[in-house]
């Protein structure tokens, strides 16, 4: 019978284990970050990177390493993170191997960046359409954005569901753009039902429905509007759905600065003004008369 000691020794940690059925590759990478240089003069950062690598797989602490990039304007702590992180990112083919890997294991940071580090798009469809019945909700949304710019099937019920799903829900998609125009999670995912056009029908109540709602971000405005164009293909139902929270800006901020949203609503009521105004045929006198005040007032603040 082995003694205790020879028992005890024969044990190993779950991260020696993982460690034995590594590809060389992911072992010679994972041994040149505990040896690099950053370390030296960047500790910590490092240090909870390799402890992510322990705990998490190198899949899954790749994935979270390029979602470091994607931090909200003014944040110095997760800059300083990303600047460290990202000279150590691996190059290909290994980095795409791993985003891959994260991206079947359900990994959302390798969702939202499986486009940029997996090129093959056969590879991209076969881990996008499996995530759209995952039990994590931002995964179903990041796979139904990605599945809009690979001509996915636009009968499937929970790609459109899923596409429903991002537009109604408050949640931030890209911390860059959200800090920098406030679009969210909504607009990222307005700009994919546009890429539907008229098949995307069935979701043109909600589209309707999201304008109507006075709390939304001029940005997520922009998109949800224009997204409503492209499937409705009525340009008179857009514009009446976008002249009012446009109207609201200019009352509100008649004279004052716009921040980068507000100019992208207005941007976007501009350009539905000018193929209103290149019609042929005009029923709707009330709104040719609203919208020849707003051409005015969207010139003052975006001259041509």
């Known amino acids: 019978m082995p003694d205790k000691k020879s028992s005890t020794s024969s044990k190993k940690s779950k991260s020696e284990a993982r460690a034995e059925t590594l590809p060389d590759s992911w072992t010679e990478y994972i041994e040149s970050i505990k040896n690099h240089l950053s370390r030296k003069f960047q500790p910590t950062i490092v240090d909870e990177f390799l402890k992510e690598v322990e705990e998490k797989g190198l899949p899954h602490a790749i994935a979270q390493a390029v979602d470091s ?5 003014g944040d110095i702590w997760a800059k300083s993170q990303s600047d460290v992180l990202t000279p150590l990112l691996p190059g290909n083919p290994l980095l795409g191997e791993l985003i891959k890997k994260a991206g079947l294991e359900g990994s959302t940071h390798a969702l939202k960046w499986l486009p940029e580090y997996v090129g093959n798009s056969k590879d991209q469809k076969e881990i996008l359409i499996a995530q759209l019945k995952s039990n994590n909700s931002e995964n179903r949304r990041w796979a139904a954005i990605h599945l809009s710019r690979l001509n996915h099937d636009k009968t499937d019920e929970s790609y459109l569901e899923a596409l429903k ?26 700009r994919a039902i546009a890429r539907l056009g008229k098949e995307g029908s069935s979701l043109l109540d909600p589209l309707s429905c999201e304008l109507e709602k006075s709390n939304l971000e001029a940005a997520d405005v922009a998109q949800i509007a224009s997204a409503l164009n492209q499937v409705s293909q009525d340009l008179e139902l857009a514009l009446s759905k976008l002249i009012v929270p446009a109207e609201n800006i200019l009352n509100e901020k008649r004279g004052m600065g716009l921040h980068q949203g507000e100019k992208e609503m207005l941007k976007t ?4 003004i000018k193929l209103w105004n290149q019609k042929a045929s005009k029923e709707n006198k009330e709104l040719e008369t609203k919208l020849e005040f707003l051409q005015r007032e969207v010139e003052y603040h975006l001259p041509s």
Do not use: I, M, P
């Open 165 to 190: 799903e991002g537009l109604c829900a408050d949640w931030v998609a890209s911390k860059q753009e959200h800090s920098s125009s406030g679009l969210s999670g909504k607009g990222e995912t307005a």
């Open 69 to 73: 990039k994607d931090y909200t304007r």
């Open 269 to 272: 009521l501009k350009n539905f």
